[in-house]
């Protein structure tokens, strides 16, 4: 007679075990994805030094002084007041040159974190989406150039217009007020190409974003204030007033979208 001692085969669960696993999935897709972004900079870096350096082929720091500085007075526009201030100031430019050159890579790592699971489809559109990202990118370059750093330079520094005071800013100062006027220009600039891209995956639609379009005003110039690297209201204006069209640019974009099966 055969024994009937068999017990049923029982699973237990292990969601505590499960939750573990999960988590370390998402740190190790996080260092991923910071190796490729840093890689990125570090790559844009190493351009960077090359455009900065003194005596070299391009002496950008030179570039950015003789284009904002006030060149009108008897004495130097720039002073340098501590001792390794030239070097940090130049090195500071060439790595915001780095983030400039990565920020495709950077916009695509961030939006493939944010967003996993990507189907083929959706992944192809990351990728189609590279080139427009630097495309809005360089565009807001340009505008920071030749609009908000003019602009906010000579407000800031012909804000008295006493001849009593002496305008001669610090170089680390005054490059750092330029390359993040710049970078902010350009980060603001990706909001359509992001906006298009998120409505694309379906974190967004249309209809949310035209609901939404009044708190996005006050959310704008809450950004544009915290973001302004100099605090005063003409650059916030020139901030937060591109950056609510760009907002209005993308929800038209947003229009455009196919919809998903």
Not at 139 to 160: D, E, K, N, Y
Not at 180 to 193: D, H, K, M, Q, S
Not at 196 to 206: E, H, N, Q, S, W
């Amino acid at each position: 007679m055969i024994s009937q001692n068999t017990t049923p085969a029982t699973s237990t669960p292990a969601p505590e075990s499960e939750q573990a696993m999960t988590l370390i999935e998402h740190l190790v897709e996080l260092r991923t994805r910071l190796v490729r972004a840093g890689f990125g900079v570090l790559l844009g870096l190493i351009v960077g030094v090359v455009l900065v350096i003194p005596d070299g082929p391009v002496e950008l720091v030179d570039i950015i002084i003789k284009t904002f500085a006030p060149l009108d007075n008897p004495y130097p526009p720039i002073q340098a007041v501590t001792t390794p201030e030239q070097f940090s100031s130049f090195m500071g430019v060439a790595l915001t040159i780095g983030i400039i050159i990565a920020m495709p890579v950077l916009v695509y790592q961030l939006l493939a974190f944010i967003v996993p699971g990507l189907t083929d489809r959706e992944r192809k559109v990351l990728y189609i989406s590279i080139p427009f990202v630097t495309l809005f990118f360089l565009a807001g370059i340009v505008f920071g150039w030749f609009i908000t750093v003019p602009t906010a330079i000579r407000f800031l520094i012909g804000f008295s217009g006493s001849e009593l005071i002496q305008a001669q800013p610090t170089l680390s100062d005054f490059l750092s007020t330029i390359t993040t006027l710049l970078l902010v220009n350009g980060v603001v600039f990706e909001l359509p190409v992001i906006i298009y891209v998120l409505a694309f995956l379906g974190v967004v639609t249309t209809k949310q974003l035209g609901k939404y379009r009044r708190f996005a005003l006050v959310a704008v110039v809450i950004i544009a204030a915290v973001i302004t690297p100099t605090g005063d209201p003409i650059n916030l204006l020139l901030l937060a007033i591109p950056m609510y069209l760009l907002y209005e640019v993308g929800v038209i974009m947003s229009r455009f979208v196919p919809k998903r099966a």
